[in-house]
Structure formats: C-alpha cells, structure tokens
C-alpha cells in the first residue's frame, strides 16, 4: 500500500518557522512531482509550493514567496516544507500529495494524498 505521512505540523509564533516533512512508503518520490497545500475551515484547500524539476509548471503561492522552500531526502524517501517568518494567516492544515506535474496536482487529481499536520500560527 502507497502511504504518504505528513508530520511536523504545530503551534508557532508569527515569525517562527516549522518544517513539515512527507515520508512515503510504497512508492518513491523520484517518480513523481511532490506538491504541498493547505486548507483552512470554510475555505477551498489552496496549492502552496511545487516544485517541478524542469520548472514546467513550477507553481509557489504569492503568499509563501521568500518565505517556503522545500527540499527532499531520497535515503529517507522523505519531502519537506520549510516554512520561515511565519504569518497568522499560514494557519491551516498542510497536505502532501505527489502525480506527474504540478498542473496535475494544482488542478487534476493527484495520484496520492497524505494526511493533513495542523499548523498553527499565533500573533
């Protein structure tokens, strides 16, 4: 079974940071185009980086420019999202999911969805 595991999530002070990490098992993340969002209560779930290796479809939230990175560990099969200076308005909860391009996972029906991490972010 393919798994993807998002963790790291918690309560923060504006201004701090958080690195949210996606473990997959079943698949490699070589394979695929690793995408991160969030979604809030009331609100649709919002693309917030992706990052594609030919920068095709390369997509980063105006929102989290200068501020969100991400970065992999292919020995631990392992994604992450390193979000600096957060803001009160970052609050929400993150999700993981990989398919074959950023298009895809912005707009189509990515081919695994993580669970969400709570990130909290208090003024």
């Known amino acids: 079974d393919v798994q993807l595991q998002a963790s790291g999530g918690g309560l923060v002070q504006a201004g701090g940071s958080l690195r949210l990490s996606c473990e997959a098992s079943?698949?490699?993340?070589?394979?695929?185009?690793t995408g991160w969002f969030r979604q809030v209560p009331g609100k649709e779930r919002e693309a917030v980086l992706c990052?594609?290796?030919?920068?095709?479809?390369?997509y980063v939230a105006d929102s989290v420019k200068g501020r969100f990175t991400t970065s992999d560990d292919n020995a631990k099969n392992t994604v992450y999202l390193q979000m600096n200076s957060l803001k009160p308005e970052d609050t929400g909860v993150y999700f993981c999911?990989?398919?074959?391009?950023?298009?895809?996972?912005?707009?189509?029906?990515?081919?695994?969805w993580g669970q969400g991490t709570q990130v909290t972010v208090s003024s």
């Open positions: 990052i594609n290796e030919d920068l095709s479809s390369t």
């Open positions: 999911a990989v398919g074959d391009t950023c298009t895809t996972l912005r707009f189509g029906e990515p081919d695994y």
């Open positions: 079943g698949l490699s993340f070589d394979y695929y185009i």
